[in-house]
């Protein structure tokens, strides 16, 4: 049995979303705005809906002024991605923390923890 389904032309649209969005993204001149990577992108089968991740370099205040920044600036990127990336419909755009970078940190915690309760004995 294969693994799941290729779509070279959902996977042509999600790479071009994430490289507008991420180019875009540096582009705004909002004070709010931190140091914003775009992770990655998914997209719902019918290309209509896009959820881009991300993460900010700073502390929980820039995080959340950042994601503040992003939904003031969802409009005008959904309509960049609307003009660079041709598709019939502009995707709804929504953008989410990514998980990862917590889940890492969180796991080297208690990687950390385990050694040193290891050393102690």
């Known amino acids: 049995m294969s693994g799941p389904?290729?779509?070279p032309r959902a996977e042509r649209v999600r790479a071009a979303v994430k490289e507008v969005l991420a180019g875009e993204i540096e582009?705004?001149?909002d004070p709010g705005l931190g140091f914003v990577t775009i992770t990655d992108?998914?997209?719902s089968p019918d290309l209509r809906h896009a959820k881009a991740y991300y993460t900010v370099l700073g502390?929980?205040?820039e995080r959340e002024a950042s994601r503040d920044a992003l939904a003031r600036a969802t409009k005008h990127l959904r309509?960049?991605?609307a003009h660079e990336?041709?598709?019939r419909y502009a995707p709804t755009l929504e953008f989410l923390p990514d998980?990862?970078?917590d889940r890492t940190a969180r796991l080297d915690s208690i990687i950390a923890k385990i050694h040193r309760v290891e050393d102690e004995r």
């Open 41 to 43: 992108v998914t997209m």
């Open 99 to 101: 998980p990862v970078p």
């Open 27 to 29: 582009r705004l001149r």
């Open 85 to 87: 990336v041709r598709l």
């Open 59 to 61: 502390e929980s205040v």
């Open 79 to 81: 309509a960049t991605v």
């Open 5 to 7: 389904r290729s779509y």
